[in-house]
């Protein structure tokens, strides 16, 4: 476990310095189609100066939490464009309803945002960008309800995902059985209390194996979400599961994420380095 973060001039000036340059990554605002929902959905996509088509880019999916929506990554953390820059990276901001908890709901069945996540949008930009087409080139990640999605759906879908992180997640859901909607997803959890034991991330470690996901996940010691994501390393340890572990100072804040976010992005950045060469080398 890693303790990091001491403060937000602590983390740039030690640990990033980002050049005071200006950057030119585009920014695009899109409209998507689920086939599983029927409906459109927005995301913002963020393509780094240099993006060509005759190149093709790693995809890190960036989610929102709750009460969220697609622009409130890029609105709150404007650094986003530089960080595409930086790592030569694609960032999509996706739109994930209000509280959808990036679940195929057992009990609202128009909700299925694992599978416009993991298959539809994944597709849609494979089809409309020059994107790595392999798991070794998308990465998901995403803070409190999108940190839980995030783990949620890289874990189901690891065909799909190599790489995964959670920011300040919600990893264990069955604590709080009054919070967020989570009862019109789930059903109440007096009467319906597998469809939390289901969908709590925090149940599906015995979904990996060493080295099938790569992880980094990060929470503030003073969120209301600490415990679980202190249990899930535990767990992670006890299973043998190599992961990256940042525990800090720090609340559920935008503060917090827009500190940690970087170390997100540098993990997935090495790893989609490492794929890279050892692709090269193969070939």
Known sequence: MLNLLPSRTGLFLGFFLLSVSAFSAKIDTVTTYSPSMQKDIKAVVITPEDYHRQQEYPVVYLLHGYSGNYQN????????????????MIIVTPDGNYGSWYLDSPIMKESK??????????????????????RSGRAITGLSMGGHGAFYVAFR???IFGMAGSMSGGLDLRPFPNNWDLASLLGTYAQEP????????????????????????????????????????QKLQYHNIPHTFISAPGGHTWDFWA?????????????FKQAQASTAEAA
Request: glycine share 2%; charged share 20%; with cysteine.
């Open 113 to 134: 945002y694992e599978t416009y996540i993991a298959r539809e949008l994944t597709q849609w930009m494979d089809e409309h960008y020059a994107t790595i087409k392999h």
């Open 259 to 271: 500190d940690t976010l970087p170390y997100h992005l540098q993990f997935f950045h090495t790893r």
């Open 157 to 159: 879908n690891q065909e």
């Open 194 to 233: 597998q469809n939390w034991e289901n969908h709590s991330v925090i149940n599906l470690t015995h979904k990996l194996t060493p080295g099938s996901l790569d992880l980094i996940f990060s929470c503030g010691t003073e969120d209301f979400f600490y415990k679980a994501n202190v249990e899930m390393h």
């Open 73 to 88: 990554w890029v609105m709150r953390v404007p650094a986003l464009q530089q960080y595409a820059d930086q790592y030569e």
